[in-house]
């Protein structure tokens, strides 16, 4: 009887049934709710067959199980690019990082952004043309200085200085100056500089200092896996979630 | 109803179906980081996440392939919160793991929310249609698999030397005991909707 019942659920769905036979069998179903399930069920595990032994299913499980193990192979493998920082001061800033992340774990709430501010040193004289202003500002930034860097910053042409610019950006964040550190910021941004990431970071800071937390974590999930911001970036993202 | 405006990460859905490695690649390069920072801080390691990623990423396939997933709402919330609740499950699953999770009260967008609940629901059928397929005795497993990747029930009748007519009653009452296994199974009663 019930084999029967397969042989038609099988019939009617490979179309294999005479107008007659198909009107009887429909109208059945419209009847009878229990049959009506059944022949439901039956459908699905044709479906779930179908699915578990297709070619492209099968395609697409192998495919995804290769780039997900090279994409783990390459995440342990690769170590970050570090530019010009010497590996001392790298060290140091990656357990300033570490520390951070273990306060943070232990300290529940929206994080601030006296947890972030540590910044690198200005270092952009030696390649500049022995420019006074730059020479002060650079003084000033790394003296925290804020707004006396500020004022040396001003008078500096920041055309193509990008590392200027980032720094003036920052140091305007630390003197509440959001606006401005945001146009820069901006600028910075939509460019094709290596300090695409950076921006987007410190701009994400400064929203993390105005307290503007969607603001701040939409900046935040831009940074690229290849920035070497993007692990401090993911502690905050974590800390913002 | 009013049928919601598609958003524009459908291209990540239709980029799985079509099994675009590029698009794939940039799933994982965009959206998992996340997801392992959320495992590891939750005490999973690389092997988990690695996991946890990979099934997600084959549930929303699934789903997709059988349901015709219509994303209303960006990928990332549905593909982080998949993954979530997956890795909660995992670590309710192991009795020697302390559940740490706190329970955010972070309210969860509905279009999210509702899009991650079909297509777990999807994906526990398709587990529990797996477990019971094993169940089934050999020669059963061996018509439908046949029956399903090769062309013509006729090359299914060839390779197994049986006649035509064989098979195809064999495949209808193979597929029967299947649904039968299923449905006397508990998990099925709650499965559906």
């Known amino acids: 009887m019930q084999e029967e019942l397969f042989i038609s659920f099988e019939n009617y769905l490979n179309n294999e049934m005479s107008l007659d036979e198909r009107n009887i069998f429909e109208n059945q179903l419209q009847n009878d709710s229990k049959l009506r399930e059944q022949f439901e069920l039956f459908k699905e595990t044709n479906q779930f067959l179908e699915l578990k032994f297709s070619k492209e299913s099968i395609d697409f499980k192998e495919n995804l199980k290769k780039i997900s193990s090279n994409h783990f192979s390459k995440k342990t493998n690769t170590k970050p690019k570090v530019i010009s920082i010497q590996s001392k001061w790298f060290s140091i800033a990656a357990l300033l990082v570490v520390f951070m992340g273990i306060w943070f774990l232990s300290n529940p709430g929206n994080p601030s952004y006296l947890e972030y501010n540590q910044h690198e040193n200005a270092n952009f004289v030696e390649r500049s043309e022995n420019n006074q202003n730059v020479v002060e500002a650079q003084n000033y930034f790394n003296a925290k200085q804020y707004k006396k860097a500020n004022e040396a910053f001003a008078k500096i042409e920041l055309n193509g200085k990008t590392d200027v610019q980032l720094f003036y950006a920052i140091s305007l964040i630390e003197t509440n100056q959001f606006d401005d550190a945001n146009a820069l910021l901006q600028d910075i941004s939509k460019g094709e500089s290596v300090y695409v990431n950076d921006a987007f970071w410190y701009l994400a800071l400064a929203s993390l200092k105005q307290k503007k937390y969607v603001e701040c974590k939409k900046y935040v999930t831009k940074i690229t896996d290849d920035s070497e911001k993007y692990n401090k970036a993911q502690i905050l993202l974590n800390d913002l979630d | ?193």
């Open chain 2, 1 to 193: 109803m009013v049928s919601k405006k598609l958003h524009q990460d459908q291209i990540y859905i239709e980029g799985l179906l079509n099994n675009n490695s590029s698009i794939i690649e940039t799933i994982y390069k965009k959206f998992a980081p996340k997801v392992i920072n959320h495992i590891k801080m939750n005490s999973g390691n690389a092997d988990e996440e690695q996991d946890v990623i990979q099934e997600v990423l084959i549930a929303i396939y699934n789903q997709a392939k059988t349901k015709g997933l219509a994303l209303t709402c960006p990928f990332d919330a549905y593909f982080f919160l998949l993954c979530k609740r997956k890795w909660l499950n995992e670590l309710k699953k192991s009795s020697n793991k302390e559940v740490t999770i706190k329970d955010e009260n972070v309210s969860i967008d509905k279009d999210v929310e509702k899009l991650a609940m079909e297509t777990e629901v999807q994906d526990e059928k398709q587990l529990l249609f797996d477990e019971m397929f094993q169940k089934l005795g050999e020669k059963c497993q061996e018509v439908l698999k046949l029956s399903f990747i090769t062309k013509t029930m006729e090359e299914v009748a060839a390779k197994m030397n049986v006649t035509y007519a064989y098979v195809r009653k064999k495949k209808s009452i193979c597929t029967g005991q299947l649904t039968e296994l299923i449905q006397q199974s508990k998990r099925y009663s709650s499965l559906k909707y």
